[in-house]
């Protein structure tokens, strides 16, 4: 009966400094969650962080975004040095907010959490950036206007979807696709520039001075910016 207490003592003394010899695991954030860390799978449709880190064991991510769901889990291993993690869904367009990084070890207890907060994407139509200029075909008596080359710009910290793009003038319209369609900019990242050249093919526009309106579409067929320009039919915006 002593043998076998004192051997219980042991194997629960054993048990203790088993537990208590385990090292917890260590995460550190090198780069990447951040504008410059931003990334798009166009298969699926959506944006990623591309993150650099190291670890020291197994471990857990989790991606929160300013509405506090749950956007991105990727689980990693001492062997991974940086990963992608979802911050929208198919075809979204990232929230501005405070994103939330955190790192959970491999019984999930959390270990590290990173808060950052992104302003939102910002996009304009930028003339002084590149020249911005319609080409025209003079008809009988009316005006062809055949292409319109412009320069959007991305001033926030978070990418956008382009979908489409709208052009007005005297009473008529064409909307481009542009998600998907091969050479054509879909994306516009933080701090970035795309440059369009679209074939319009407006017809039948009468001499004198006209409104060109540009209209740049997201997703839901929302309007993310509009630029405007008193044009003359054969000459530039």
Known sequence: MIRLLALCVLVMVSSSMACGSRQATEFDLKRGFDPEGVEVEKVSGKFYFN??????DDATLRLRNPD???TGV???TKEDQNHDIAMCGELETPKGGAYTLSVEDNHGKQIATYTR?????SLSIVPSIAPTFAEWVKDDDSYTLNKVNFTTRNGGELPIWIISITCSIDGESIDIPIKGV???DD???????????????IDGITPGDKTLKIDVKGTSDSII??????VTPGGGL
């Open 187 to 201: 994306v516009c990242f933080p701090n970035n520039w795309s440059l369009y050249s679209l074939d319009v093919a």
């Open 117 to 121: 907060d992104f302003s939102g994407a």
């Open 68 to 70: 506090g769901i749950e």
């Open 182 to 184: 091969e050479y054509k």
């Open 74 to 76: 990727v689980n990693v």
């Open 51 to 56: 993150i650099f880190f190291t670890v020291s």
């Open 225 to 230: 910016c509009t630029y405007s320009s008193l």
